[in-house]
């Protein structure tokens, strides 16, 4: 049976009336456990008695149990959490001036075997249920003092979240129903390597915001760089979009992990250029970030710059994303979980 923190409303409806009980004490419930972040029975005052009785024996310990927390020197929060099905997987909180994001990870490792990617290295073991990436944002909101609220959530954790299709939509429609976090869709990113089929579900069940992790503008270099680009080569991805109903004045965002060598040159801004032509979209640009075990090189500040200028010339929407909390391995691409463990 689902785990109750993963019921969407209707379906913890269905379960309430299954039991005998009217319909409005799902919503109650609902807005407890997700809204208020209310997990102890005892302080759900409006429900009756006998409800939490049935429900003591249906809801199951917290999903994750926070194992260790890393302060990096920018203000970066690294958390690293226990499952209970077993496993370590990390969150990370990223205060900037009016923003405070936090990015989830939405599998046990990952599959996609990025080359600038640590979490690749872990391999898949299995995928978050959505009670486990909800449990992340849990975790962390009860973390936080009464003057701090978390305003955006990335999915750009450990994993790919469309490979976690159904766990991945399920998570999003209980933070953004307004009785559950109440999250607008706005403030929601989901960062993807591309799955075309997946992607046109995802965006036609929830319009959250998408960064397509692109980071090769020919194929050559991109079935180096993401192996998975050999089964979706990246003018499917691109089409796929495209066809996308993008509301107006909105664009999709483009990830471009700049690596020495590997992607950094004109000559790759110039494909990248030609590649993007015709799609709404913003660009950013990370520079590589180091990791144990990498031997990929992030480029000069010089190339990066460089980069960014030639994009810039040519109309695009360019921001360079310096990643936070690099001296706890808490940037993109360095999430290591397991790979943590002594
Ligand atoms: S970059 Fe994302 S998709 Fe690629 S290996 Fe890392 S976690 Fe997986």
């Given at each position: 049976?689902?785990?109750?923190?993963?019921l969407?409303?209707?379906e913890?409806e269905?379960?309430?009336?299954?039991?005998?009980y009217?319909?409005f004490r799902a919503?109650q419930l609902?807005l407890?456990?997700?809204?208020?972040g209310?997990?102890?029975?005892?302080e759900?005052q409006?429900?009756?008695n006998d409800?939490?009785?049935?429900l003591a024996q249906?809801?199951?310990?917290f999903?994750?149990?926070?194992?260790?927390t890393?302060?990096?020197?920018?203000?970066t929060?690294k958390f690293q959490?226990?499952?209970?099905?077993g496993g370590?997987?990390e969150?990370?909180?990223?205060?900037?001036?009016k923003?405070?994001?936090?990015c989830l990870?939405t599998q046990?490792?990952c599959?996609m075997?990025?080359l600038?990617?640590r979490?690749?290295?872990?391999?898949w073991?299995r995928?978050?249920g959505?009670e486990e990436i909800l449990?992340?944002?849990?975790a962390?909101r009860?973390m936080?003092s009464?003057?701090?609220a978390?305003t955006?959530?990335?999915?750009?954790?450990?994993?790919?979240?469309l490979e976690n299709l159904?766990?991945?939509?399920?998570?999003l429609?209980i933070?953004?129903h307004p009785?559950?976090?109440?999250l607008?869709?706005r403030r929601?990113?989901v960062?993807?390597?591309g799955?075309p089929?997946?992607?046109?579900?995802?965006?036609?069940?929830?319009?959250?915001?998408?960064?397509?992790?692109?980071?090769?503008a020919?194929n050559?270099t991109?079935?180096r760089?993401m192996?998975?680009n050999r089964r979706?080569?990246i003018?499917?991805?691109?089409d796929?979009?495209?066809?996308l109903p993008l509301?107006p004045?909105k664009?999709f965002?483009i990830?471009?992990?700049l690596?020495q060598?590997?992607n950094?040159t004109?000559q790759d801004?110039?494909?990248?250029?030609?590649?993007?032509?015709?799609?709404?979209?913003?660009?950013?640009?990370i520079?590589?970030?180091?990791y144990?075990?990498?031997?990929?090189?992030r480029?000069?500040?010089?190339?990066?710059l460089?980069f960014?200028?030639f994009?810039?010339s040519?109309?695009?929407s360019?921001?360079?994303?310096?990643?936070?909390?690099?001296?706890?391995?808490?940037?993109?691409g360095q999430l290591g979980?397991?790979?943590?463990?002594?």
């Amino acid at each position: 049976m689902r785990d109750l923190l993963a019921l969407e409303l209707a379906e913890l409806e269905e379960r309430i009336l299954a039991w005998g009980y009217p319909r409005f004490r799902a919503r109650q419930l609902f807005l407890w456990l997700h809204g208020k972040g209310v997990f102890q029975l005892e302080e759900m005052q409006n429900l009756p008695n006998d409800l939490k009785k049935r429900l003591a024996q249906n809801l199951p310990s917290f999903p994750v149990s926070l194992e260790k927390t890393i302060q990096a020197d920018d203000g970066t929060q690294k958390f690293q959490f226990r499952l209970h099905r077993g496993g370590l997987i990390e969150s990370v909180l990223i205060p900037e001036e009016k923003r405070l994001t936090l990015c989830l990870s939405t599998q046990l490792g990952c599959a996609m075997n990025c080359l600038f990617c640590r979490t690749g290295d872990m391999g898949w073991k299995r995928n978050l249920g959505a009670e486990e990436i909800l449990g992340q944002y849990y975790a962390v909101r009860a973390m936080l003092s009464n003057k701090q609220a978390v305003t955006h959530v990335v999915f750009m954790g450990m994993g790919e979240p469309l490979e976690n299709l159904e766990n991945t939509i399920r998570t999003l429609k209980i933070m953004t129903h307004p009785s559950g976090c109440a999250l607008s869709p706005r403030r929601i990113t989901v960062s993807t390597v591309g799955i075309p089929m997946n992607l046109e579900i995802l965006f036609r069940e929830i319009p959250v915001a998408i960064t397509l992790s692109l980071n090769a503008a020919d194929n050559e270099t991109r079935n180096r760089l993401m192996p998975i680009n050999r089964r979706y080569p990246i003018e499917e991805v691109l089409d796929t979009l495209k066809r996308l109903p993008l509301p107006p004045r909105k664009r999709f965002a483009i990830a471009y992990v700049l690596i020495q060598g590997e992607n950094d040159t004109l000559q790759d801004a110039r494909h990248l250029v030609r590649l993007l032509h015709g799609l709404r979209c913003k660009i950013n640009l990370i520079p590589f970030n180091p990791y144990p075990g990498s031997t990929l090189k992030r480029p000069s500040d010089e190339a990066v710059l460089s980069f960014q200028n030639f994009l810039r010339s040519k109309a695009f929407s360019t921001h360079v994303r310096f990643s936070r909390g690099q001296d706890v391995l808490a940037a993109c691409g360095q999430l290591g979980g397991d790979l943590d463990q002594p």
